[in-house]
């Protein structure tokens, strides 16, 4: 794809209208293109002024007084993660963790992160992703390397809004073109495609994504091997996969 | 005589509010990601009609809608602090926000249960435009004649797409055509519309 193609995909990205792997290849683009993404606030700027079509609507008074006590009672960056309490339904094909075991897991986590932010506040990977995992309603979940991944680890954080994040160790290191790509499994659907990441030299990994609307109805993750510009199903084994924490 | 020249400093006025506002509301994020209650809530009553008329036309549901208005005010909350005014105007960034989660919760309850047909759609209710400061209104009107100026085949797939949510792909399916097609409209609608709002916009000043 030419730069012409991306700077004619945007009209449309400010509508939020392309179709996934063009929305993926023009975010990529973005990413590196100034002038694209001056050009990107420019057309949502004219998209925003179709929020003006309608009519003007008065809401309840009490969306009001909810925002405000829920802005004065807020939360801690300390607070603990809920989990629902009736979970959904189980993927039988994945293992699960005890509510206990799952606690500290996450109090590890949690301390784990806290202490590496107050270590080095330039680490902005890791604060985004401690924001994400404190925002109230964000679910997260863990995943283990398996067979070709064995040692790799993740953890997983969304809103939801589908606002994710992913955080990996221990990858093993990847050839040139190829690349370790995210999926979401959702009962009844085939695997929904993420986005894709190198590892850096140490093994680390990091992603951010918007998840698919369809991928927020209880999904698990798996990461397969792909080609460095993705694929849209698994061609390859898993090399991690997530665990279902009751 | 008289009557012309409040004409003429009302059509100034009015002409110098985008930047008044925009500038107002910069100000407005930078106290609430200092944790302002006050500036959240003036922001709120700012815009909360405006953004409450986008959710109802997407989500067509009272306590849908409400909800959606009450997580977009606790995002603003939130991450006011990542707003860049360098990247553009607030209240873009706030309507973006809006419609993102509105999207988000349509399609959610589209997977749960089948969508409203329109012809069971809520009676919307007609709110005044004294609800609704003057340079809303005003810049209302512009949208709506821009709009109105789009043939139908360019401006069917950018409603479908802003007002829905529905990709390039969706929208061909929807409409039966060519998803090349829909996209050249698309394009063609969204330049053929700022450029209609460009040229009012410049024809409004002196």
Redesign the interface.
Known sequence: MVHEDYK?MI??R???????AEARALDDHLENCADC?REL?E??????????????????A???E???E???N?VSAAEVISFPATPRSVWSSFGSLGAMAAVVLLAALLVSLVVIWKQNETMKPVREFAQLVT??GAKVSELKGIELGSGATASFVYD???HAMLMANKLPSLPEGKAYQLWYIVANKPPMPGKTFRPDDAGKGILKDQMP??A??SPKFAITVEAESGAQAPTMPMYLRSFEID | MYEIRVYLLTRIFLRLQPELAQDNDVQLLKAIAA?D?AA??QL??RY???????L??ILNNREE??DV???V??QV??KAADFDEN???P??WL??L????A??RL??LA?RERVAEAGAREV????S?A??DAF?SE??GL??DA?AKLPDEQKG???L???E?????E?ASRLGAPLGTV?TR??TG??R??EL?AGQGESFGF
């Open positions: 004619e009209p449309a400010a509508l939020t209208a392309l179709d996934a993404r606030a057309w949502e700027a004219t998209a925003a002024s179709l929020a003006l079509t309608p009519n003007p609507m008065e809401p309840s009490a969306v009001r909810r925002i405000l829920e802005v004065r807020d925002t109230p939801k809004t589908g609307a369809g927020l109805d | 944790r209650e959240l809530a709120y009553d909360r009609v405006i953004l409450f008329g986008l109802m036309r809608a409400e208005l009450q997580e005010f606790l909350w939130r990247r553009g105007r209240f873009t309507v973006t809006g419609r993102s989660r999207i988000d399609r959610t997977a919307i209710e007609e709110t435009d609800a609704t809303k810049q209302r949208v709506s709009l797939p950018i409603m797409a802003y007002f949510g529905l990709s390039q792909s929208i996209k698309m394009r969204m330049i519309l700022r709002l």
